[in-house]
Nanobody
């Protein structure tokens, strides 16, 4: 089992920044690729970004490319999502998830999920 706890969400004005963190406990963190997903109000959960086990490879949804950066610190068992140039369209609950695959855009490949953290961007 891997337990994931997100933090760092909150209310921010358009154009601002937030840094989300996801702390992992349980099994060896570096064995898992990590992903961030988000679920806007009334919509389905969508892929945001993913990073492989060692942090050498990342990929992003087109909607966040160039604005968001995913990273990880395996010594701290933590994955981060730096979010810049935020817009109201980024308002959502953000979830981190772990997969034993290389890393994926597909939520059904992720085995472990956190409970999410709310990000609200005001205009």
């Amino acid at each position: 089992q891997v337990q994931l706890v997100e933090s760092g969400g909150g209310l921010v004005q358009a154009g601002g920044s937030l840094r989300l963190s996801c702390a992992a406990s349980g099994r060896t963190f570096s064995n898992y690729a990590m992903g961030w997903f988000r679920q806007p109000p009334g919509k389905e959960r969508d892929f945001v970004a993913a990073i492989n086990w060692g942090g050498s490879n990342t990929f992003y949804a087109d909607s966040v490319k160039g604005r968001f950066t995913i990273s990880r610190d395996n010594s701290k068992n933590t994955v981060y999502l730096q979010m810049d140039s935020l817009s109201p369209e980024d308002t959502a609950v953000y979830y981190c998830a772990a997969t034993s695959t290389y890393g994926s855009r597909w939520s059904n490949e992720y085995v472990y999920w956190g409970r999410g953290t709310q990000v609200t961007v005001s205009s």
